[in-house]
């Protein structure tokens, strides 16, 4: 019987021990769920920018290509073996110089014979018109000697025009490109032999969407920046708006003349485009960095005064955003002008978190900003 109760007691002893451990464990906890309600995280140290309309022009950008004022590839005009080569790849030429010249042995050759002929037909025909002065010879021979002479005549045109055409020459003033033939080698008609590019000037082409080609005159200006990487910018004018619109780009071709005396545009280049369209348009903005890009939205932080507590607080606005200048985005939608945003520390913020304006510099955004080189 005691031994019963012996155990009876220790059993008691140990839930009475269980339950006063239990009991301590649940206030703690309930001690730190009480704490962490009553938690308010410290306000976090952000950049602001006040949303402001900013006067941006209204311009139209485009990737163009570049095309030399004047360019061609020269080509055999007749068939002949290369005797000559009177140029180097990549030199400056005038027009008049000659390229290439061609062997012209058998051409020279049949020139002289047809010469011949010609003085023979001349003496015939001239000796004919004295005999029909004197009724001698009809009509019908006086036609026939006629036609001789007019014939040979024809003949040594015909030569003296191939022996020209086998002598190749520049066109107009240009660079040449890379040689394509050797010596001794039989050209065929139409063989390329070097290409010829007058860059002193040069065209810029880019496409411009149907919409937009309303807008689009003779005379606007046009910026062209260089497509080395550089910020190298060259101002032009729109020369010729095209006539007809792609089927299936639904755009027209837009081109523009430039200046190149400094030889920065090379034919085949893509360059960036800006059209300069009418005056500047009233744009609300915001710095780039202010914007959380996600894929279900783009958010702002807009800095708003809790009056309860008296402090700042970072409520998160959906957006629609519009182009981008420089630094700078267009806030389409979703905020008015006046409203600060968070401009720097957005990406650690939480809707509803209290902030401080943070007193540190902040960057100098601009819309046209230049980087510089460190």
């Known amino acids: 019987m005691k031994k019963h109760k012996s155990i009876l007691i220790a059993v008691a002893a140990v839930v009475g021990i269980f339950l006063i451990l239990a009991l301590t464990k649940f206030s703690q906890i309930f001690a730190m769920v009480q704490a962490g309600k009553d938690f308010v995280p410290p306000p976090v140290a952000v950049g602001a920018y006040t949303a402001q309309y900013q006067d941006w022009p209204n311009s139209f950008t485009a990737m163009g290509t570049v095309e030399a004022d004047e360019g061609i590839n020269i080509s055999a005009e007749v068939a002949g073996k290369v005797k000559q080569i ?14 290439l010249i061609q062997e012209s042995g058998n051409e020279s050759a049949q020139l002289s014979a047809a010469t011949a002929r010609l003085r023979l037909a001349e003496a015939n025909y001239e000796r004919m018109v004295q005999l029909r002065k004197k009724n001698t010879v009809s009509q019908n021979e006086l036609d026939t000697a006629l036609q001789q002479k007019e014939s040979a005549q024809g003949d040594v045109d015909n030569l003296k025009t191939t022996l020209e055409k086998k002598v190749v020459r520049a066109p107009f003033d240009g660079r040449l ?35 937009w080609l309303v807008k689009m005159t003779k005379g606007l200006p046009v910026k062209v920046q260089l497509g080395d990487g550089s910020n190298n910018v060259v101002n032009g004018e729109v020369t010729a708006v095209g006539a007809d619109i792609d089927p299936v780009t639904r ?3 837009v081109q523009s003349s430039l200046e190149n005396s400094k030889n920065q ?11 300069t369209l009418s005056n500047p348009q009233k744009v609300l903005a915001v ?8 894929p279900f939205g783009d958010t702002v932080f807009v800095i ?23 630094d700078f985005i267009e806030i389409a939608d979703g905020i008015k002008p006046g409203e ?18 943070s007193k540190t510099a902040q960057p100098d955004y601009k819309t046209e900003p230049t980087p510089i080189d460190q």
């Not at 009177?86 to 390229?99: L, R």
């Not at 545009?265 to 059209?275: C, H, R, S």
């Open 86 to 99: 009177m140029f180097k790849s990549g030199e400056q030429v005038k027009a008049g110089t000659v390229i």
């Open 251 to 253: 755009s027209a071709t």
């Open 287 to 294: 710095p780039s960095a202010s914007v959380i890009f996600a």
């Open 265 to 275: 545009f090379i034919p085949g280049m893509a360059v960036q485009t800006q059209v």
């Open 304 to 326: 708003e005064k809790d009056k309860e507590k008296n402090v700042l607080k970072a409520r998160q606005q959906f957006v629609r955003l519009g182009k981008s200048r420089g």
């Open 177 to 211: 490109g890379i040689r394509k033939v050797d010596l001794g080698q039989d050209l065929a008609v139409g063989t390329e032999i070097v290409s010829l590019q007058a860059t002193n000037r040069v065209r810029v082409n880019f496409p411009v969407p149907q919409h």
């Open 340 to 357: 600060q945003v968070v401009s720097a520390g957005a990406f650690k913020l939480t809707n509803g978190q209290s902030v401080i304006l």
